[in-house]
């Protein structure tokens, strides 16, 4: 750009502001690479529309103009009307911790709505979503919600895992509809895993491709705080959605201020804001359970981190005081049987042993229910009941583990760790036949 004259200002002065501002704008465009390619241009047009426009101004009137494109980026920008922040004067975030977690971000607070029957949404009618609407209203702004598969764990004849086995089921349970998958809770036979065992496998699951971390969320609690830390930050640093974290079992007689001190301790040893855990009642075979004052407590103290609660008490009173006392909780039934009452009253969906072998009629079910289609609900549940009832009398784990056996031809599958025995491979039959 070429300054020969201005009247008011000396030839050489403009000349040098015009070279100051050109080297401005060269070096940028140097440092910013093709980020700047746009920017450059159309300050290039601006200056050039400047050497006219100042053209016999005043001296004050150029230096405003100097004065403008002394200022920082953003605002030079505004001022000028280019839209949009270089990349380079963005404060950019700092790396995680795990190159797992680079590769795997943890998904949004919400249903991932490539997973999920939105599209349903728009169309359906609107009086038949009314007796569901208290769900919509509820579960707007919470964490976590969907199906979940508390995953079997097969075993070798030796009783080792079968890990060919364990990745498949995985992959099928994902596959068949499943949001989440849950490893190492109840129907996984978590408390015969040792804590090496689970970190192996967890991780199987991630580098093998079978699932997201961000899909995971691998129960991780045991009687020792130190043990459970363990396995939850092993969880957390491998991107996991959650941790599902039972009571410390075996004292019976601790209060909920001695649960509340054991919770809190795990939570700021670990000292991540991303931190996210999923509260295991199970009283039955805890002997000690986690009441929805304790659940509320929890929340209201760390309400980015305690964001879930499974309610597999079986009582569907407990997850209706569950879901009251602690709004800020996603709350999910341990049975598929329940979750239609949970979600009208404002639950999340279900974390159930069923969703191994039934889980594409279970998320059917969850969908109906989202988008308000109460008669389809309804209807599809009555498979999902007597599908549930049937595992439920010929007990839950080896009659799901017989269910695969029969399925897959593998006899694997009959496998248990003591203490269970093994299961009777003629159930698998009789179960299959309540899937029809």
């Known amino acids: 750009m070429e300054i020969e004259h201005y009247p008011g200002m000396t030839g050489k002065a403009l000349a040098a502001i015009a070279g100051w501002l050109q080297a401005r704008i060269d070096a940028a465009a140097q440092a910013g690479g093709g980020v700047f390619d746009g920017i450059t241009a159309r300050m290039r047009g601006v200056l050039d529309a400047l050497t006219i426009a100042l053209n016999g101004s005043p001296g004050p009137v150029v230096a405003l103009v100097i004065i403008i494109f002394g200022m ?40 991932n709505p490539a997973t999920l029957s939105d599209a349903a949404d728009a169309g359906a009618d609107q009086r038949r979503r009314r ?22 764990t097969p075993f070798d004849d ?63 609690g045991l009687c020792s705080l130190e043990e459970t830390l363990a396995l939850t930050r092993h969880a957390h640093e491998l991107g996991c959605k959650a941790a599902l974290v039972l009571p410390p079992f075996f004292y019976v007689q601790a209060s909920d201020d001695g649960l509340y001190r054991y919770f809190s301790a795990l939570i700021e040893k670990i000292g991540a804001d991303d931190l996210r855990l999923c509260l295991y009642h199970i009283p039955q075979n805890t002997g000690i359970g986690i009441s929805p004052a304790l659940a509320a ?119 248990l760790r003591p203490p269970l025995v093994d299961a009777a491979a003629g159930i698998g039959p009789e179960i299959a036949r309540t899937l029809a």
């Open 158 to 220: 030796d009783r080792t895992i079968a890990e060919d086995l364990y990745l498949d089921h995985a992959a099928t349970c994902l596959a068949d509809g499943a949001h989440y998958l849950s490893p190492f809770g109840t129907t996984s036979e978590a408390l015969s895993i040792s804590a090496r065992e689970r970190r192996s496998l967890l991780e199987k699951l991630v580098t093998t491709g079978t699932a997201r971390p961000d899909r995971l969320m691998p129960g991780t």
């Open 297 to 415: 407590r929890l929340n209201n103290a760390f309400p980015d981190t305690v964001i879930a609660l499974k309610d597999s008490s079986g009582d569907p009173e407990n997850t209706r005081r569950t879901i009251e006392s602690a709004p800020g909780i996603s709350v999910f039934p341990g049975s598929e049987s329940l979750m239609p009452e949970a979600m009208q009253q404002g639950g999340a969906g279900c974390i159930s042993a069923g969703c191994n072998s039934n889980v594409r009629a279970i998320r059917a079910v969850y969908d109906c229910i989202k988008t308000g289609d109460a008669n389809a609900a309804r209807t599809a549940m009555e498979q999902v009941n007597r599908h549930r009832k049937a595992l439920q009398d010929a007990g839950l784990i080896p009659a799901l583990k017989a269910l695969k056996a029969y399925q897959t031809g593998d006899d694997r599958w009959l496998n």
């Open 72 to 111: 920082p980026p953003v605002i030079r920008l505004t001022a000028l009307g280019v839209r949009g922040v270089p990349e380079a004067s963005r404060k950019r975030q700092p790396h995680s911790a795990t190159s797992a977690r680079r590769r795997f971000p943890r998904g949004p607070p919400l249903d």
């Open 131 to 152: 007796p569901f609407r208290q769900w919509h209203r509820s579960m707007q702004n919470k964490w976590l919600s969907g199906v979940i598969t508390p995953l079997l």
